[in-house]
């Protein structure tokens, strides 16, 4: 094509999936997100319409939480919930068990486990894995290293008192959606880099918010007007995050941690499902990191989803949120 034409669109333009746009019609205009000028407005908007989502989760009479306290590595005291059985939770000194560690979304500045504990104790009842839920700082209060800091306290507490909650600590895993599932990767590097022992066993990264970078490229007409969550409000995210001056800036110091992606060196990590909707504005970072850990022979399972975009599952009953959660379940199981 010669230089400077115009690329002719696509034959078959981006859409939502079928099944996902009936599911969407009825109240689409209350899933739109509104103008949102600041960190702490997209945490009020956040905490509400996340909490009426989980809300229409069944209620899953066999789990019960119990709560724990552990220190960050600035000595703030952080909360981490646990979601089991009677008979996990009275484990002991039986054969341990395998965990997970939760890792709540809200665009590092907003919701809590408490909004998202009916999620939290389905995937625990869903896959017979128990899970703790880490209430981590949040931004603009909190930057980075804060939140991310949380997570791994929350983990090497997991870890080292193991043996009295009746878990395995060789069989950990950490998962998390959205900014949850950004968190949990730097976590992952986090515990590499340390040398936590055991190692981590999975990573569950569920659309993943994973690198900063992103900001720079602007989403194309095609995929813009499908998008449920719009680049300025992730504008606000991430400078609330890492900082304003830092936040898109290829040649800004944001640490790996804070922004999983702008890490170089993938070796090590541990084995990773990770998944992202064809019409999500994360869609791009999250394959290119998938192909990178596949390249250095990290063990790793992506699935990229068309028609749908960020918080797809919101459709319980959709054949691709079915197929998400399977997958998202038998990595669990396998721990």
Known sequence: MPSGQDHPPPRQPLRYDPEYAAWRAPFASQVRVP??????????????????????????????????????QDGTEIEVTRFATAAQTAAGSKQPLPAVLYVHGGGMVA???????????????????QVFAVEYRLAPE???????????????????????????????????????????AGTALMARDRGLEPPIKKQILVYPMLDDRSLAVRPSAGLEKLLTLPQPMLKLCWAAYVGEDKAGRSDADVSPYAAPGREGDLRGLPSTYMEIGGLDLFRDECAAFAARLAAVDVETEFHLFPGVPHGFDSAGDIGITKRAIEG??????DL
């Open 142 to 184: 909190a930057p980075a290293p804060k939140p991310v800091e949380d997570c791994y306290a929350a983990l090497c507490w997991l870890s080292s008192h193991a043996a009295e909650l009746g878990v395995d600590n060789s069989r950990l895993g950490v998962m998390g959606d959205s900014a949850g599932g950004g968190l949990a």
């Open 111 to 129: 919701v809590s486990v408490d909004s998202f504990a009916p999620q939290i104790a389905r995937i625990a009842a869903d896959s017979g894995v």
């Open 328 to 333: 998202r379940m038998r990595w669990i199981r």
């Open 35 to 72: 103008p949102l000028e600041t960190a702490l407005a997209i945490r009020e908007f956040n905490d509400t319409f996340m909490r009426a989502v989980w809300a229409q989760t069944p209620a899953q009479p066999s789990i019960a939480r119990t709560r724990y306290a552990c220190k960050s």
